[in-house]
């Protein structure tokens, strides 16, 4: 059957090689350093420390040859399915994080439009400092602020925002990636959470703009893109300084999303055991090895491949976050 992209996890030496593979979108490398390679194509590295695997880069297949772009700073790769992009801007160019996250999202909706894959379903945000005060205000505070005057100014997403994660990290530059399509996903919220964009004006004056997940229903098959998800009950952090209390209430909250698609959207898949991977971002070292083994203690064999990275929670009183995606792999 043919599917629109898959995902795989794979020891790569040279990410520059596979631009010249016509089946692949993308490859993503996990470093202390963002960059990206001099090619159209999406392959980069994500500011990220890969705490377990440091060899592993997530590479996206495509049943079809790709065709690659480049375009308003963005490395650009699609086939008849999804767009995949990337763009790293140079923050020392902008005064201030929310102009530099305005910049960024006109230049992605502006290159979606212009391409014909109008509707983000998946899209990450990395930058520095995410918890420090820029100019008086918090830096994810700014991120929202600015992300949100741009989606203002385009009308799109305020009702079906794409999943999403924004992360701290500990280098420079803004670093967002995305997956669009010619169609839009269906947008599914965590009964245990308030939705982000409802949150109160606590957390920042413009309310983040993202879904808890996107079900993508694909000719064959079925997707679930589940973002950043953290020790949120309702709008409030839950465990403050307490990491396995708050690695175990996103676990809840991962399943309590997964059995709601199930229940609404007829999803493939009932459990956080039936993702197809988890991605763990920690704030902290020494918490790598007490969440592998609750995770192992918790899952055994039935835990999903795993990537712990090192970054920042964009909540200063988060110390875990987790997103996670089922997406069928061609030989699985
Ligand atoms: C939360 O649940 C944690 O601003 O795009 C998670 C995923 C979080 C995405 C974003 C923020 C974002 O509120 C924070």
Not at 3 to 21: G, H, K, R, T, Y
Not at 86 to 105: G, Q
Not at 111 to 140: A, K, V
Request: proline share 5%; hydrophobic share 40%; with cysteine.
């Amino acid at each position: 059957m043919p599917l629109p992209f898959s995902v795989q996890f794979l020891p790569v030496e040279n990410i520059s090689a596979l631009d010249a593979d016509e089946n692949i979108l993308a490859a993503i490398r996990y470093a202390s350093i963002a960059s990206k390679e001099n090619t159209k194509k999406p392959l980069f590295s994500v500011g990220l420390p890969n705490l377990a695997l440091s060899n592993v880069v997530e590479v996206w297949y495509s049943d079809e040859p790709v065709q690659t772009s480049s375009m308003n700073g963005l490395q650009l790769a699609y086939n008849d399915d999804i767009l995949f992009g990337h763009l790293l801007l140079d923050e020392t160019n902008y005064e201030d994080i929310d102009l530099a996250s305005k910049d960024a999202y006109r230049l992605v909706l502006e290159t979606i439009h212009s391409l014909g894959y109008p509707y983000i379903l998946r899209i990450w945000n990395y930058f520095s400092s995410i918890n420090e005060d820029q100019q008086g205000l918090e830096r994810y505070k700014k991120f929202c602020l600015g992300r949100q005057q741009t989606l203002d100014q385009f009308g799109s997403f305020a009702y079906s925002p794409p999943a999403a994660t924004a992360i701290g990290t500990s280098c420079g530059g803004l670093q967002v990636y995305f997956i669009a399509a010619k169609e839009p996903g269906i947008q599914l919220e965590n009964p245990r959470q308030t939705s982000a964009f409802l949150y109160p004006p606590q957390y920042g004056s413009a309310s983040p703009a993202f879904s808890r997940a996107t079900v993508k229903k694909w000719q064959d098959t079925t997707h679930l893109y589940i973002s950043g998800t953290a020790s949120i009950v309702g709008h409030e952090t839950r465990h403050i300084g307490q990491v396995l209390k708050q690695l175990e209430e996103t676990l809840e909250n991962i399943e309590a999303l997964v059995q709601h698609g199930a229940e609404t959207q007829d999803l493939p898949i009932h459990h956080l055991t039936d993702l197809s991977y988890l991605k763990v971002y920690l704030r902290d070292l020494f918490m790598l090895s007490i969440t592998e083994e609750l995770l192992i203690r918790r899952y055994g064999r039935h835990l999903p491949m795993v990537l712990f990275l090192h970054g920042d929670v964009c909540r200063a009183d988060l110390l875990v976050e987790i997103e996670a995606a089922y997406i069928l792999n061609d030989d699985m």
